[in-house]
């Protein structure tokens, strides 16, 4: 915090954190209190857990007085939709309270994770390695196949997007890859993860489009990408990334705002300019204002639309005719200038005492 970092994060769903007791995320999250720096959390459980996850996460923030972040907020799986309302109103109840939270979500029904996320929370504790031990042993990958037939996912919304050693995979469907096998889904989900070492990323189309509108309108959420940076040449790779990569901006705009009026264009810009600006402190951007920073983009609300899509996300948006970053130019004309004009935003390393 003293170099300068705008808090901490925890993504308490995967296998490397979901060990992690409330207690020691608090002890961590008191010495962030201290620089007024935010908690930012992918919370344990989206699905059946989804209550008890939000509540932790609000609870911590309670207990420490630490500012909270709760990252991609969403209820996965039909069976979960009624959910998301009860978390938002645990979130806007604790704002009432005095409590500093807010959420953010991303324009899309479907969500990118990593296919070990569907076995049972004890048989990937310990990490990779542990992971893919329990999954060779025969009597333990009877239980592991016993449990995951309890859970609630439907594999049929389940694609497998990145499989890193073996590239035919991509782009498949669970439901298909077991059928061309001719084993059960629970047995072809453990053989993929055995035969790639457990590093296969899916995508699932379990999300409520309902649910991905009240978040967005809520006036204590915050539009995010949850992406990665990739450009057009990494499609070589024959990878499959979420199309929100290359196209959460322009889609909220085209989407929500143009087409179909779920949120006026000043709210949708300042969801994801000043507003996440201003939750993590960071000076001199997010607005235009004299004297701040010059990073502006430069649209056309008629045109831009995004491209990105799950059989081809490898597609820049249109409509989008310059952008400037720190001033230079990055977009010109709709082209990317390869400008690399950048910079890392550290927060001034003041301490808050209270």
Avoid: C
């Amino acid at each position: 915090m003293k170099d300068g970092a705008l808090g901490f994060s925890t993504g308490l769903v995967y296998s490397h954190a979901k060990l992690a007791s409330s207690r020691e995320i608090a002890e961590l999250a008191e010495i962030v209190k201290k620089y007024n720096g935010v908690y930012t959390t992918h919370i344990r459980g989206e699905g059946h857990e989804l209550i008890r996850s939000v509540e932790e996460a609000i609870r911590i923030s309670k207990d420490t007085g630490v500012r909270l972040q709760i990252s991609h907020l969403k209820a996965m799986g039909e069976k979960n939709w009624h959910l998301m309302e009860e978390a938002i109103n645990l979130i806007e109840t604790a704002r009432t309270s005095g409590i500093d939270v807010h959420f953010d979500v991303y324009p899309y029904t479907y969500t990118g994770s990593v296919l070990y996320i569907l076995l049972p929370d004890w048989a990937t504790e310990g990490g990779r390695s542990m992971m893919l031990s329990r999954l060779r042993d025969s009597e333990t990958r009877r239980r592991v196949v016993k449990e995951m037939k309890e859970n609630e996912y439907d594999y049929s919304k389940i694609t497998i997007s990145i499989s890193s050693l073996d590239k035919t995979l991509n782009h498949k469907k669970i439901t298909e890859i077991a059928r061309l096998q001719g084993k059960e889904i629970e047995e072809a989900i453990i053989d993929i993860l055995i035969a790639s070492e457990g590093r296969v990323v899916t995508m699932m189309d379990v999300l409520s489009e309902k649910n991905v509108d009240k978040g967005v309108v809520n006036p204590f959420s915050i539009i995010s990408s949850n992406g990665s940076g990739y450009n057009i040449e990494h499609k070589k790779t024959g990878e499959i990334v979420h199309p929100r990569n290359f196209g959460t901006f322009p889609r909220v705009l085209a989407d929500y705002v143009r087409e179909r009026g779920v949120v006026g264009w000043e709210e949708a810009i300042r969801k994801m300019s000043g507003f996440p600006a201003e939750k993590f402190q960071i000076e001199k951007r997010g607005i235009l204002k004299e004297g701040n920073y010059a990073d502006v983009v430069v649209f056309d609300p008629q045109v831009i639309r995004d491209k990105a899509n799950i059989e081809d996300p490898y597609q820049y948006p249109v409509g989008i005719d310059w952008v400037f970053v720190n001033g230079q130019v990055a977009v010109k004309n709709g082209l990317v200038t390869r400008a690399l004009a950048g910079d890392v935003i550290r927060r001034k390393a003041k301490l808050f005492e209270f």
